[in-house]
């Protein structure tokens, strides 16, 4: 039952979309909000005007039943062409399906180059150096423009829409597009079409009971549990 | 029959753990559908590297040895991949689902017009399909994911630390093809790796974790997990709720705007568990929550808990487990 849900811009998308205005802010230029979605995403897509954001495209969904990443990104990649583009700000992963596949996807789609898991970003000589995430350490990475950019959290801190921002967000038109519009037949990237599917929705498997160790006498329950790591659980 | 093929991560010429678990992964895979196992990897001054492949079964071992390669690139590496893939025309390819594998195998999909499995926890082949299963919506549900009929290369990411790696009792021949990669477009480019500060234990590949929430009242208090953590071996792991009060960097944060894990051992102290905490955590094997609220929604995922105060508990179990040691 989604009545009572209220359905807002993902995180990661927030950061993106701050970095997009700040850029603007500090060189010039436009920002589109753009996003594939059914008729409730336009909530997202007025925050995104009321933000500051000049224009907003929605490709529409509604109707078109389970489109896998790759579909989202023909579909995306075709409206991003029609539409000029320096960089394209993403986040880096969505929030609920998480498949963190969609950066690389459409960058390679655009033939762009793409910098992803972007914890911080510098303007250098027209390009981009940016700080990127990865397990113990940090890449510095050097991209030339046009190109996108998969945004996560640490970039910045996302601004609060303004009243005026909001008032000037719903005197705005969202252009609808098709999957046409993007050169996409839906035929092609919808219910059999999919290349991933998802068959079922399970329950996660479930976990035990947990064994209650009672801690009144601190370092008699430590102990206890210390080698219940070590010989039940075995992993010490 | 599906060849596998799997694409190898190396940081400074040593091969990731996380590789090997894909490589073990591919090798059952390939046995299980009667295909071959082969593996790419990229670099520079890596050709040494491609026994230790062979030992993990790799009949093949495809490597791009470019001074140009020497630091990743999306661009330079999928071509390697792709390059491979054209070789050896494998009907499965899988990456570790990490920073590196996630930025590879998507790329190489969209190059082939086909879609991911991505970071799933279990996998196994039926009937020629790949079938896998991922924690989706926080956590709160998991779904089974397959590839479509008509999909002629399977692309797979599976989650770190969750499969096993092991070498094969019947190695592989690791024949080395060296992959000629002629015209490389790299337009974005590492220029520099920094790792992060010596003697810190990334969450995202860590064995197991220590991790403080807003129970442990301010930033003066990390000293008393890190004792545990220099006792355990484990890396230090913080809820939103520290990371926005400005307690400590934001690569700590585990959950859903944070690192997801999956570490053998979990300790949370002073940690509610919200489901946004839960989606970045509740897949590791062992939970261990310390809480004085016995009502903490963390104690429903957790395997042992001490319902106490954290600031005599923890300081306890270091003890606990300097004896256990001695
Ligand atoms: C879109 C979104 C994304 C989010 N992403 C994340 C994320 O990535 N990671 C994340 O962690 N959260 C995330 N959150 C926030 C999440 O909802 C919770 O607010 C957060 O996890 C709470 O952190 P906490 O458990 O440290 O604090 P609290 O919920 O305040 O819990 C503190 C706990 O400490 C216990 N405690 C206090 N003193 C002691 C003591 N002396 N000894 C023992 N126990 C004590 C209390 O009983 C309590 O259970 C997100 C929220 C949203 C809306
Ligand atoms: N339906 C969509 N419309 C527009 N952008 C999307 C959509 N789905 C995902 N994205 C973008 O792709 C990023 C990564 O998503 P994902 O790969 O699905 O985890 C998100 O943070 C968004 O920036």
Redesign the interface.
């Known amino acids: 039952d989604e009545a009572d849900v209220k359905w807002i811009v993902s995180p990661y998308d927030e950061y993106a979309l701050e970095e997009a205005l700040k850029t603007k802010e500090a060189t010039g230029g436009t920002v589109t909000a753009l996003t594939f979605g059914p008729t409730r995403a336009d909530t997202g897509l007025r925050e995104c005007l009321a933000r500051g954001a000049d224009d907003a495209v929605r490709i529409a969904s509604d109707g078109l039943g389970q489109v896998d990443s790759l579909g989202v990104a023909r579909l995306l990649a075709g409206v991003i062409k029609t539409l000029p583009h320096d960089v394209v700000w993403m986040g880096n992963k969505g929030v609920g399906t998480d498949a963190q596949v969609l950066v690389p996807m459409l960058a390679e789609l655009l033939d762009l180059p793409h910098v992803n898991l972007v914890t911080k970003l510098e303007w250098k000589d027209g390009a981009i150096v940016a700080h990127r995430e990865i397990e113990g350490a940090q890449e510095i990475v050097e991209m030339s423009l046009p190109g996108v950019i998969g945004a996560t959290k640490g970039l910045n801190e996302p601004r609060y829409a303004s009243l005026k921002g909001i008032m000037a967000a719903k005197k705005k038109t969202i252009a609808v597009k098709t999957p046409a519009d993007a050169g996409v037949d839906p035929a092609t990237i919808a219910g059999p079409a999919a290349h991933v599917r998802w068959t079922k929705l399970e329950l996660p498997p479930a976990r035990q009971a947990v064994k209650l160790i009672p801690g009144d006498d601190p370092a008699k329950a430590a102990t206890e549990l210390l080698n219940l790591l070590k010989n039940e659980a075995k992993v010490l | 029959m599906s060849n596998v093929l799997v694409f190898i991560e190396q940081?400074d010429g040593k091969i990731r753990k996380s590789s090997l678990e894909a490589l073990t992964l591919g090798h059952s895979l390939s046995k299980k559908s009667g295909g071959a196992l082969a593996a790419v990897i990229a670099g520079s001054g890596i050709s040494s590297l491609a026994p230790e492949l062979a030992a993990y079964g790799a009949s093949r071992v495809f490597v791009a040895d470019k001074p140009e390669l020497a630091?990743?690139s999306?661009?330079g590496y999928?071509t390697a991949l792709d390059a491979a893939a054209t070789a050896f025309n494998p009907s499965i390819v899988l990456a570790s689902?990490?920073?590196?594998g996630?930025?590879?195998?998507?790329?190489f999909?969209?190059?082939r017009?086909?879609?991911?499995?991505?970071?799933v926890m279990s996998l196994d082949v039926v009937d020629g399909r790949l079938?896998g299963?991922r924690?989706?919506?926080s956590?709160?549900?998991?779904?089974?994911?397959?590839?479509?009929p008509s999909?002629a290369i399977q692309v797979a990411t599976p989650r770190p630390n969750v499969f096993p790696a092991a070498k094969s009792d019947a190695p592989g021949a690791g024949e080395v093809v060296n992959l000629d990669l002629a015209a490389l477009k790299?337009?974005?480019?590492?220029?520099?790796?920094?790792?992060?500060e010596a003697g810190?234990?990334?969450v995202?590949?860590a064995d197991?974790i220590v991790t403080g929430g807003r129970g442990i009242k301010g930033p003066e208090s990390w000293p008393v997990l890190r004792a545990l953590c220099t006792e355990?071996g484990a890396a230090l792991g913080a809820s939103r709720a520290a990371v926005d009060a400005g307690w400590i960097?934001?690569?700590h944060?585990v959950g859903?705007?944070?690192k997801?894990v999956s570490p053998?051992?979990y300790i949370a102290c002073g940690v509610s568990g919200a489901i946004q905490h839960l989606a970045g955590m509740?897949s590791s094997?062992?939970?261990?929550?310390i809480n004085k609220d016995?009502e903490a929604p963390i104690?429903?995922?957790?395997?042992?808990?001490?319902?106490?105060?954290l600031f005599?508990?923890v300081?306890?179990?270091t003890?606990?487990?300097k004896?256990?040691k001695a």
Not at chain 2, 113 to 119: E, H, P
Request: glycine residues 10%; positive net charge.
């Open positions: 940081r630091l990743f999306s661009e999928t689902a990490t920073a590196m996630r930025d590879v195998a998507p790329r999909a969209a190059r017009g086909v879609g991911v499995l991505s970071d079938v299963s924690p989706v919506y956590g709160k549900a998991q779904a089974v994911v397959t590839t479509g999909v790299i337009r974005a480019k590492v220029v520099k790796m920094q790792a992060a810190e234990i990334d995202a590949e197991k355990l960097g934001h690569e944060q859903q705007t944070g997801v053998s051992l509740g094997k062992v939970i261990v929550a016995p104690f429903k995922v957790a395997t042992y808990g001490i319902v106490g105060d005599q508990i300081p306890a179990m003890e606990a487990a004896k256990l």
